[in-house]
């Protein structure tokens, strides 16, 4: 299936077919590198970013496409996404003008906007990503926002495959401490991408620290991370902000801290970056068991799958 | 005939052949994309841009030629522009290095510097311009100046000739109002360029904000809106600080707001960004008649013109 | 000879053999523009820089390569240097995990990062530099670190050939004034070049700026400029802070600012930026006898070389 839009991992239509397109190109990343020939990638950034600044040019280039890149913040001016605003106040442009312009100049555009963590209607709106779609005339790649990071998931679904051989293996997905607020997407797309899997997935978390229930579902949650953890195969951790007391940090005592002793032989797996010895011990990390490296290296072909799929439809 | 820098519109020998030429880049941008092989843009901008920065590296990549960005302020250190100081202060590297040097890596330099809107000698002076064209040993171009913006102003030109069938339509350059201090660069460029061209053009403009009498020329200028804008084929808005009171916002009630009403059948033009509801209200914007989205993508063949020229020369 | 890291003057195995393949490079820089095709050089930046991110990155597009830059503290997120950390600070990703993610991206890495100049054991541990190294999986370009800066090093070694008849001419490092501290990594890798080189190489500073002994060594150090200066063919004039009294400025008279009578008709070399009149008055910058820009130009022929030798090995 041709791809318009990547906003969420509701956009895999078949996601054991899209691992095994991703795995392809993993072992021959430039077979493609004439289909975006002459094609712009514009990555519009409104938060910082390293793995995906990074992959997703890589993955660009390795489509033949010219990335450009900007810091919305730095590089431009600050930009009205309210409808009928006089904009008198620190915004200069609308992003009904912002995103129409850009079309002008990308073939694709991607976009990283992070949410507020004050305001969960308007995070949960996703006004950012759902303006950039309604105003831009080309396909739009969400490189996070505020309830969603699919590059991510799809990432994560990739490197699960690639590192089992059992049919069903079981992946839990543990909240873990940290000293700030983050947001929520990381946990939801990867919530998403294992349901669409064919594995025994579970959620451990503290109470108070219930993902949003229209992600979670029918998926098992334990307020119990030892329980939760007997057989897994993979134990991925994330910290996220409180989705009931919304964007609140009610826990940050260490005892749901990653050890390997909790792990025993399940594979460690991280979105990064991560806080050592907060997340996660160093033990941890530091073993064969942590597949943290390959995570961040799939990512390049995540994106790469994603962008040949748009571009097959351009 | 070839180009050595492009510094405002008065470097256009012949505008309606440029705009020709413009239009036929425009239909097939990439012909020339063998053009500035191997060769570099170095762009350096010493304040914010999204059409500019994004337009600019795309005109580039169509001729083939590598774009390398740099934020002058946050990327590298204050650049000293007077002759003979004692550089015990804040700048740390003096203009005479700094475009030698950057002559040394890029084929062509493009530099975005505004004025400070505090000093009109100096501002006029362009010195940080002449500054450039004097040191560097390769081509310049103006991403943006004290008292022009030559490559919008091309565009707007390119722009009218697209949209309009009449041999000589009725051009009108309205100030707007506007919440901070901006440059008269726009204005100054799109004046300039208006007098080259066939077209009946008049400025609309409150008492006090008449533009410098070295630009207005002969140009009719009103200081009745509705009286300008009778039979305007064309309604080109854009806010300025005063030019006589030098860089003073003298006026900020929205009696000269652009409005639907106010423009009827006219064609709108802005540059960007634009401030809705201030400088003109949404109905216009979101109209037919807005022509704001092909400006910006326009901006992409005024440069690539202008690169074009200067490459055939190099 | 491969190359693995780039790190210090000491990696070149023999200078004037380097020397002649940089001219080589210089006379034609594409003749390897195949060598770089679809590798990525990633240069991250802690420290500002103008010569350096453009000259590398021209190397890197000369060689074919392609180049992604990154400013690691505006672009992305604090960075762990420490083994063991709690990590509940400012610092949000750690430097293992930093240095493997950049890896799976980019064929080759070059990082830029200052010192202190506070924690002389720190700043000389290199713990940065080799940190990267350590957790990085793939070669490592260093951009000016704490204690050196061999781009420059060895760019400085190919200017002063390509400026001289002389067998053995006579080349002198100045300590010059400056209103602030300034790291000692331009100085050293200067020092460790022309040791390496078949010159009369002598160092001038005012008493409590020796540098490093270690780097010093057998040098000749005079603290009378004058003297110093006597028959010098090349005067490389560089600030630093205190060695000894380490980071401090003990001296801002500028009784050691370089003039053209005290230098005479011996050519004149900094590596930028200067400030003009505190470290070397205009007529010795403005005169023939400054090779400054040729330096700047002489930058992309070391870089490319550097990268040239990586890429033979990768």
Redesign the interface.
């Known amino acids: 299936m041709s791809l318009k839009n990547y906003t969420s991992i509701n956009d895999i239509d078949h996601i054991e077919t899209w691992i095994q397109e991703a795995l392809m190109i993993k072992s021959n990343p430039?077979k493609n590198?004439e289909l975006g020939k002459?094609k712009?990638l514009?990555l519009l950034?409104f938060n910082?970013?390293?793995?995906t600044?990074?992959?997703t040019?890589?993955a660009a280039?390795?489509l033949g496409m010219?990335p450009?890149v900007?810091?919305v913040s730095?590089?431009?001016?600050g930009i009205?996404f309210e409808?009928?605003?006089?904009?008198?106040g620190s915004t200069?442009?609308?992003i009904?003008?912002?995103a129409?312009?850009?079309s002008?100049?990308?073939d694709v555009i991607a976009v990283r906007a992070f949410p507020s963590l004050t305001d969960k209607i308007k995070d949960e709106s996703e006004h950012i990503l759902k303006s950039f779609i309604k105003y831009a005339s080309v396909p739009l790649v969400n490189m996070e926002s505020s309830t969603s990071h699919p590059l991510q998931g799809l990432t994560d679904a990739i490197t699960i495959k690639e590192n089992t051989t059992k049919k069903r293996p079981k992946v839990v997905l543990s909240w873990a401490p940290h000293?700030k607020a983050l947001p929520h997407a990381v946990a939801n797309s990867f919530t998403n991408a294992m349901q669409k899997m064919d594995v025994e997935f579970v959620i451990a978390n503290p109470k108070g620290y219930n993902l949003n229930p229209e992600i979670v579902k029918d998926t098992l949650v334990y307020h119990d991370q030892k329980e939760a953890f007997k057989n897994a195969d993979f134990v991925y951790a994330k910290n996220w902000s409180s989705y009931e007391d919304y964007g609140k940090v009610v826990k940050t005592d260490l005892d749901w801290m990653i050890t390997k002793d909790k792990i025993g032989a399940a594979k460690f797996m991280h979105c990064?970056?991560?806080?050592?010895?907060?997340v996660v011990e160093?033990a941890v990390?530091?073993s064969e068991n942590a597949l943290?490296?390959e995570q961040?290296?799939n990512?390049?072909f995540a994106a790469q799958l994603v962008l040949k799929k748009i571009l097959e439809n351009v």
């Open positions: 430039l590198n002459n712009t514009g950034f910082s970013s390293l793995r600044r990074l992959s040019q890589k280039l390795n010219n450009i900007m810091n730095g590089d431009a001016w009205e409808d009928g605003t006089v904009m008198n200069a442009e609308h009904k003008e912002a129409a312009v850009v002008q100049y990308c000293v990064l970056p991560v806080r050592r010895n907060v160093d990390l530091d943290v490296t961040a290296n990512r390049t």
